[in-house]
T-cell receptor, first 111, second 117 residues
Framework: KQEVTQIPAALSVPEGENLVLNCSFT??????LQWFRQDPGKGLTSLLLIQSSQREQTSGRLNASLDKSSGRSTLYIAASQPGDSATYLC??????????FGGGTRLMVKP | DAMVIQNPRYQVTQFGKPVTLSCSQT?????MYWYQQKSSQAPKLLFHYYDKDFNNEADTPDNFQSRRPNTSFCFLDIRSPGLGDAAMYLC????????????????FGPGTRLTVT
């Protein structure tokens, strides 16, 4: 059974810092990995999708990497802003269309 | 804009009173999912449809049922809601994509927050 772990569970940084969120998974037989953002009481917004054959994806200040063999992904946020404050969820897609989520990292960016 | 729509956004029901949550999509995706998310927890998959093929997760309670009458709509029926069913219910869609690279990127709706009194 796939298990996804995110470290740290919570993170507080001053505005402007670069930061890294970590995600690890136990079964490397994945189709893709997605990073989501969730604001309190809201749905999930897809940030980046990395196919199993890819190593990284970039969107604006966000960069996500994937090392499938070691079961790890990182989300790099450059020049963090207070508007980046949210919960960030990592999820992997296995056979059977099943998306398994990590527990999330709650990010607070202080002005 | 193509999107995933959930109605209502907030639903209050009484203990034991059946309730139906709805999801519609304009993305023309062939896969639709229902997730349950409790406070401070990750979303948990309840079931999904691949076209008309229904796939139930092994640990989804029988109290939860789903219907997909056509490509665009999917419903979540909770037959006898208990206090433990109070949660955010998220609908998502995906598609294999086109070309050589498979996608299955999942797109989520805004969710329906269910309160059971």
């Amino acid at each position: 059974k796939q298990e996804v772990t995110q470290i740290p569970a919570a993170l507080s940084v001053p505005e402007g810092e670069n930061l890294v969120l970590n995600c690890s998974f136990t079964d490397s037989a994945i189709y893709n990995l997605q990073w989501f953002r969730q604001d309190p009481g809201k749905g999930l917004t897809s940030l980046l999708l990395i196919q199993s054959s890819q190593r990284e994806q970039t969107s604006g200040r966000l960069n996500a990497s994937l090392d499938k063999s070691s079961g790890r992904s990182t989300l790099y946020i450059a020049a963090s802003q207070p508007g980046d404050s949210a919960t960030y969820l990592c999820a992997v897609l296995n056979a059977g269309n099943m998306l398994t989520f990590g527990g999330g990292t709650r990010l607070m960016v202080k002005p | 804009d193509a999107m995933v729509i959930q109605n209502p956004r907030y639903q209050v029901t009484q203990f034991g009173k059946p309730v139906t949550l709805s999801c519609s999509q304009t993305l023309n995706h062939n896969v639709m999912y229902w997730y349950q998310q409790k406070s401070s927890q990750a979303p948990k998959l309840l079931f999904h449809y691949y076209d008309k093929d229904f796939n139930n997760e092994a640990d989804t309670p029988d109290n939860f049922q789903s219907r997909r009458p056509n490509t665009s709509f999917c419903f979540l029926d909770i037959r006898s809601p208990g206090l433990g069913d109070a949660a955010m219910y998220l609908c998502a869609t995906s598609s294999p994509g086109t070309g050589v690279t498979s996608s299955y990127e999942q797109y989520f709706g805004p969710g329906t927050r269910l309160t059971v009194t």
